[in-house]
């Protein structure tokens, strides 16, 4: 085995022995941003710990748009730096987590000459900004070449198109890889444990936890705190000092997921113009599905449990609608899910106009904050907090993260014995690719743990996860319950109508088992997670239309 996260159990007893020893930086949240900083001061030979309050990648980083991109909508507000940050650490992802961060075309159709000249310029400055090295060009279409590769559009409505390149992702395992890859280097890391309590002192900071899982408390020692909590920000900070300075303005954002049967998009992805013409929304190819978004609305509801609303489903329906002159309705979503941007406060203005920077400041003695920015962004902004904390602290190592690889040391010399071996199996090359995609090198022990196990099933049927994943979840990335398996180390929350828990699941039966769950046990994790799903799509589970089978690609080379 090439190792996950370690166990959970030995994670927490070593946080508890920094009394003795205080770590260099205890982490506070596991999204992206945490994550990065994990592995980041860590690569500088660094102690540190991370706790994140629920599961790893649970808040706004596994709520993404999956785009690992330039942001070409920061163009117009003329945020050519942002951009220009953002293409270049598409570039360095690409190649660290080639399995991860895949290039992906996108369509622009255009119906006039004058929006051809501006998506022109536009297009020509996103491919400057990113040194030209983009994985190719971007080229104009005529109306065939249009219409073939974005098969949703009518016939003869649109003059051409654009195409373009950026990169998808999964967001959940990007962060999951630099977790691993942090853990690998020393770091200590659990999920399912929230700041309650933040003491600074001269020396250190003493940081009380609670094990949600036990409900016990216990104390963390640091000599520096990094508070990553993305939208919970303002809370924790509130826990160090009183004074906290409101300063997130949270923005929502939904997406909805169709079945390629309902929505027959090609590979490529496309821009459509929402019904109100007022901003672009994203139509994108993702693991066998189709994901629409997205919106960009203030939201001042509860933080832990953004809802997709009817009228957020409305519009992107009507959306899709007017665009590809479907007959869509709510019965043909497969999935729903809402994020929340924890977007720094503008004196003025909507949400959708506030800079996508990033914040690094200190809260208090020894308690710094790194908040804003994009999950695309999360290694620089990454590298810019530990630097701050590095150099308080006087550790003169730089950070590595440049040349950490996330997870694949190379993606062809892995997805050919996966492929190999799965066939060997009796299981489809599709199932293999998914299992790349996902682990990376480990895709290899995840196929010898189904041999072992003898479990080379789908966990739900019709979908590309294997019963056997929800064991490899348990045992080596740290998933406690039903719902950090179907939410977030497999996507199925997202993408099957039913949630992964449609007739023929495996998932309940198979955690219980590993977890020593008893039927009232599985019954309630099964509750649990269902209702949580229906409060987030605002549907009732399975009520679409099964998807047909998924087959989501990696590429090499
Ligand atoms: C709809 C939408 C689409 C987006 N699409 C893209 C995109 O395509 N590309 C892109 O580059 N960016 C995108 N972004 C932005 C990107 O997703 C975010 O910038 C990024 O995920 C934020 O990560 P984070 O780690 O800062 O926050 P989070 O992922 O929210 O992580 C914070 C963590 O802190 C934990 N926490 C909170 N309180 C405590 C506590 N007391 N103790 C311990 N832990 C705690 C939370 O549980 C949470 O897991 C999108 C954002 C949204 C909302």
């Known amino acids: 085995m090439r190792g996950g996260l370690g166990g959970r159990e030995q994670a927490l007893e070593r946080l508890a022995a920094t009394r003795a020893e205080p770590l260099d930086l205890l982490v506070v949240g596991g999204g992206i941003t945490g994550a990065g900083a994990a592995l980041d001061a860590a690569s500088r030979g660094m102690s540190v710990g991370l706790v994140e309050r629920a599961d790893l990648a649970s808040g706004t980083s596994s709520k993404s748009s999956k785009l690992i991109h330039g942001g070409l909508r920061y163009l117009e507000q003329r945020e050519f730096g942002l951009v220009r940050e953002a293409s270049l650490e598409r570039q360095v992802l690409g190649r ?209 449990a953004p809802p997709v609303e009817p009228e957020d489903r409305a519009y992107c329906i009507e959306s899709l609608n007017a665009s590809f002159g479907l007959g869509l309705t709510e019965a043909d979503i497969c999935g729903a899910f809402a994020g929340l941007r924890p977007l720094i406060a503008g004196k003025h203005g909507e949400t959708a106009d506030l800079s996508r920077r990033h914040r690094v400041y200190e809260m208090g003695p020894g308690v710094y ?79 010898d743990l189904a041999a072992t196990e003898g479990l080379t099933q789908p966990m739900s049927p019709g979908h590309a996860p294997l019963a056997v994943e929800a064991i490899y979840a348990a045992r080596q990335e740290m998933a406690v319950d039903l719902e950090d398996v179907l939410a977030r180390r497999t996507r199925l929350a997202l993408v099957d109508p039913a949630g992964g828990m449609g007739p023929g699941s495996a998932a309940a039966e198979i955690m219980g088992a590993e977890l020593g769950w008893d039927r009232a046990e599985v019954r309630a994790q099964i509750a649990s997670y269902r209702a949580k799903l229906e409060e987030e799509r605002g549907l009732p589970l399975g009520s679409a239309a099964a998807p047909r089978a998924v087959t989501p690609s990696v590429r090499s080379g």
Not at 259 to 267: A, N, Q, V, Y
Not at 415 to 437: I, Y
């Open 369 to 447: 904050g790194v908040t804003g920015g994009k999950l695309t962004t999360y290694r620089r902004m990454s590298t810019e907090a530990v630097d701050k904390i590095a150099s308080d602290l006087d550790i003169r190592e730089d950070s590595k993260t440049r040349w950490i690889k996330l997870g694949c040391s190379r993606l062809k010399g892995v997805l050919d014995p996966a492929t190999a071996r799965a066939r060997r199996m009796g299981m489809e090359a599709s199932v293999a690719a998914n299992l790349v995609r996902c682990y990376g090198d480990r895709a290899l022990d995840v196929l």
């Open 96 to 304: 660290l987590a080639p399995h991860l961060v895949q290039p992906v075309p996108f369509v622009i159709p255009v119906t006039s000459r004058l929006r051809r000249a501006q998506f022109g310029v536009g297009l020509w400055a996103y491919d400057a900004l990113s040194n030209f090295r983009n994985s190719k060009f971007h080229r104009y279409l005529d109306r065939d070449e249009t219409e073939e590769l974005v098969p949703p559009l009518p016939r003869g409505k649109v003059r051409g198109g654009f195409t373009f390149y950026d990169s998808k992702t999964d967001d959940v395992r990007l962060v999951m890889e630099n977790l691993i890859q942090a853990v690998r280097l020393g770091a200590v890391v659990v999920n399912h444990a929230g700041v309650v309590g933040i003491a600074p002192d001269e020396e250190r900071v003493e940081v009380k936890v609670r094990d949600e899982v036990t409900g016990y408390d216990m104390f963390v020692h640091a000599r520096r705190v990094l508070v990553a909590a993305g939208v919970w920000t303002d809370q924790v900070e509130h826990l160090a000092h009183a004074d906290v300075n409101l300063a997130l303005r949270p923005s929502k954002g939904i997406h909805l997921v169709f079945s390629r049967d309902s929505i027959p998009l090609g590979e490529a992805g496309v821009f459509i113009p929402d019904v109100a013409r007022r901003r672009m929304l994203f139509v994108i190819p993702w693991l066998g599905s189709v994901l629409v978004g997205t919106t960009d609305t203030q939201y001042e509801g509860d933080i832990d």
